[in-house]
DNA sequence: TCCAATTATTTCGACATCGAAATATTTAAC
DNA sequence: GTTAAATATTTCGATGTCGAAATAATTGGA
């Protein structure tokens, strides 16, 4: 007998590259559809986290969007330069900045957002609803890991 | 009636989130085994390839490993640095660049491996052989498209 | 045979991202 | 109240990645 480590190596190492794989699928054309606006994931990440929660503080926002702090500066920054986005100090903890939309950013947001869900939509649109529920019960158990 | 569009948007968004979530989360931990020897996603996968598969061509690797021709350039510029792999023309199109491993490549790739597999085991571990099988069927139809 | 189109790789310029160190502020312990 | 530790952001240096243009080599007509 033992055979079975190998067998279930293999299989964890198969289904990494499909992981791999059809993540790379997903994020490559949504990429796309995004830089038709000149946004980058994470700086459409941000705006959606803006438009759908309100007013964030970038610590919540990075992790909202997994990204780093160090990084979140940057996108912020970004975002500010091209006026879709207003930073502000939290005045009850000056140590926080609170990023707000503009109203450019907004209309923006609202413009791109309802396009990425279509996309979104049609991406997943080639598994069933009910392999959709399933798929995300795997990948949540997944993304929590032990 | 008329609010199935919306049911089928949210659902895609969601899993869209679990889904970068789980890779996230999987693909970080693979780095920080990886960088205990001082290996990128892509050193590593451009090493494992030409041990599972022998010589390869940097347009064969870059397919394998999905990533741009450009960038295969400097991994293999950096595998060859640390002197990994080897270059050489392909004598019979001398378009092609045949990657080689060397015998340290060999003996760093063959030690490494094992302890990746078994890293890629244990992220998977979360979920039973069946619940693996299952999330291989899912992600194959996603990642193919239509 | 010669030339145009194709294919493989490299170079170039740009940018997203990270980790670590630096800075600013708040909180908690004494 | 002062000070040490914790927290939030920024700066710095480094690296991985891409797309487009450049270069080199091959192939398929005419």
Redesign the interface.
């Known amino acids: 007998m033992r055979k079975q480590p190998e067998k279930?190596?293999r299989?964890?190492?198969?289904?990494?590259v499909?992981?791999?794989?059809?993540?790379?699928?997903?994020?490559g054309?949504i990429h796309r559809h995004l830089a038709a606006d000149k946004l980058t994931h994470s700086q459409f990440a941000v705006l959606e986290a803006l438009y759908h929660l309100g007013p964030l503080s970038q610590g919540e926002l990075g992790a909202k969007i997994?990204r780093s702090n160090a990084n979140l500066t940057t996108v912020v920054d970004s975002l500010e330069k091209k006026d879709l986005v207003r930073r502000m100090r939290a005045p009850e903890d000056r140590r926080r900045v609170t990023v707000t939309l503009t109203d450019a950013g907004e209309k923006l947001i609202g413009r791109v957002f309802p396009r990425h869900?279509?996309i979104?939509?049609h991406?997943?649109?080639?598994?069933s609803?009910d392999?959709?529920?399933?798929?995300?019960t795997?990948?949540?158990?997944?993304?929590?890991?032990?």
Chains 1, 2 share one sequence.
């Open positions: 279930s190596q299989q964890a190492l198969n289904l990494y499909k992981l791999m794989r059809a993540t790379n699928r997903v994020t054309d997994l869900a279509k979104v939509e991406e997943f649109s080639v598994l609803a392999e959709q529920e399933q798929l995300a795997l990948l949540k158990k997944l993304g929590k890991g032990k």
